[in-house]
């Protein structure tokens, strides 16, 4: 792979590791991050392995643990509290079906939560859950009426650190706070946050966080990863199981189940190696990142950004705080679709959601970004279209 500095405090000097941002502009990392040249070459050597007999598979485990690491030390996680799982919804099931609700009935979650993890959540009712939504005002959610809706009935209070609705930053260390007075365990959605944000678990002090590589972690689909405390501690042993959860899987039984106290035990079956490989290359950049110059330089071009399309009468569904928006802005739109397609034919990517188009920046993007898409929109009002 090509080298990478220890740091990376210089933007200029991240944003060489693109080679597309050289033609293309790249506002949609919240669905999709840019390829670097390092993903491409992990994907190259993956494809190297394919070709190797008998040796193959002790190299891809090494792979499977080098993320498991990289992740740890990007949340500053131990790696046993770790679990390397295929997506969002599977560590949401994970950390939902381990709970009981017959002595404490609540899911408390908002209106402002992915679906993937929401309709985990829902799936519980069978089960005797109650799940509580907080709702939103004008793409805002209340910190009061969060912590209200937690009390001694919340099993399971659900947070995302970052919507991926608008941007908003969520008030995840009070509601944390809130639910462990009350006894409940705590799960948070990083996904819109990890490689971008400083993250914490042992500050933040929560049960369980996930967050996968196709983001902002700059990886691609099919890997995410679990964070689960050290001493969390299930009601029911997990259903969603395999020779991956096992204390040894290596010993191949297929008469007798066992579970790990570690992370591990959330764990199925073989995890996908190609995106291991791709978020091993994710991870080795946004971990040489600083992260107060990743914070400083996203709020100056979300900043940007945003006086520039109010100035021209556009309307905006993200924050204009900066203590309360994320690493993207939010134009209202009725067809987001039609001008997330009318930018993408002038090379600008950008990521259409319900009523809204969202622009995501990353430590890559910079002020000729936020000019060119500006003026693209601007273009675009000014075609009729």
């Not at 609700?101 to 993937?116: G, K, L, N, V």
């Not at 002090?205 to 990886?219: I, P, R, S």
């Not at 739109?333 to 969202?358: F, M, V, Y």
Request: contains cysteine.
């Amino acid at each position: 792979m090509n080298a990478v500095p220890t740091a990376i405090t210089d933007p200029n000097l991240f944003r060489g590791y693109f080679p597309s941002l050289a033609e293309h502009v790249h506002l949609a990392s919240c669905s999709q991050g840019a390829p670097s040249r390092q993903l491409g070459d992990a994907l190259a050597e993956y494809q190297r392995t394919l070709r190797e007999q008998g040796t193959a598979w002790e190299v891809w485990m090494q792979q499977v643990e080098q993320a498991r690491h990289g992740f740890a030390r990007l949340v500053g996680a131990e790696p046993d509290e770790v679990a390397v799982l295929a997506n969002a919804s599977e560590a949401a099931f994970q950390a939902a079906s381990t709970r009981s609700y017959a002595a404490r009935s609540r899911i408390i979650t908002t209106d402002m939560e992915f679906p993937s993890v929401a309709h985990v959540w829902l799936a519980q009712r069978p089960r005797g859950a109650e799940v509580v939504h907080i709702g939103e005002t004008d793409g805002r959610v209340r910190t009061e009426d969060y912590l209200d809706a937690i009390d001694e009935r919340a099993e399971l209070v659900s947070v995302p650190l970052v919507s991926y609705r608008n941007g908003l930053v969520l008030p995840a260390r009070e509601v944390i706070a809130r639910a462990k007075e009350q006894g409940a365990t705590t799960f948070v959605d990083a996904y819109q946050a990890a490689g971008v944000r400083r993250i914490d678990v042992k500050e933040l002090g929560c049960d369980f966080l996930v967050a996968g590589a196709l983001k902002y972690v700059l990886g691609i689909p099919g890997i995410a990863f679990l964070y689960a405390r050290r001493g969390v501690r299930d009601a029911v042993a997990p259903q969603l199981t395999g020779w991956f959860g096992r204390v040894n899987p290596y010993e191949f039984d297929p008469r007798s189940i066992d579970h790990p106290a570690r992370a591990s035990r959330y764990e199925s079956g073989t995890p996908s190696i190609s995106s291991a490989y791709g978020a091993n290359a994710g991870l080795e950049l946004v971990n040489r990142l600083d992260a107060a110059a990743v914070h400083e330089h996203i709020q100056r071009l979300t900043q940007a950004l945003q006086d520039r399309l109010l100035a021209a009468g556009e309307r905006l569904w993200s924050p204009t705080d900066p203590a309360a928006r994320g690493p993207q802005v939010a134009l209202r739109e009725d067809d987001p679709n039609k001008l997330a397609a009318w930018l993408a034919e002038r090379r600008i990517a950008a990521s259409p959601r319900g009523t809204a188009l969202r622009m995501s920046f990353h430590f890559y993007n910079d002020e000729s970004d936020v000019d060119a898409v500006a003026a693209a929109v601007a273009d675009y009002r000014r075609s009729g279209s």
